[in-house]
Nanobody
Framework: QVQLVESGGGLVQAGGSLRLSCGAS????????MAWFRQAPGKEREFVAG?????WYADSVKGRFTISRDNAKNTVYLQMNTLKPEDTAVYYC??????????????????WGQGTQVTVSS
């Protein structure tokens, strides 16, 4: 079992920045593929960014968001810059030890955090 706890969400104006954190426990962190997903009201959950030995991003966030991981702290981060109102969503951290680099399907991730709300005002 892997436990994931997100933090760092909040309310920010358009053009602003936020950094989300996700702490993991229960399994060797460096064995996990980590990802961020988001879900806006009335919409399906969508992939945002992932990391294993490399990083990959949804087209909608490329150049604005950066995913990183600190294996010593068992933590993955999502730095979000130049935020837009359409980035408003609940952001979820996800993990799986068997998922290959590059995976953007929510079905590929077995473990999920509780989510953290990000609201971007116009």
């Amino acid at each position: 079992q892997v436990q994931l706890v997100e933090s760092g969400g909040g309310l920010v104006q358009a053009g602003g920045s936020l950094r989300l954190s996700c702490g993991a426990s229960g399994r060797a962190f460096d064995s996990l593929t980590m990802a961020w997903f988001r879900q806006a009201p009335g919409k399906e959950r969508e992939f945002v960014a992932g990391t294993r030995f490399n990083t990959w991003y949804a087209d909608s966030v490329k150049g604005r968001f950066t995913i990183s991981r600190d294996n010593a702290k068992n933590t993955v981060y999502l730095q979000m810059n130049t935020l837009k109102p359409e980035d408003t969503a609940v952001y979820y951290c996800a993990a799986d030890p068997r998922t290959y680099s590059g995976s953007s399907s929510s079905a590929a991730y077995s473990y999920w955090g509780q989510g953290t709300q990000v609201t971007v005002s116009s």
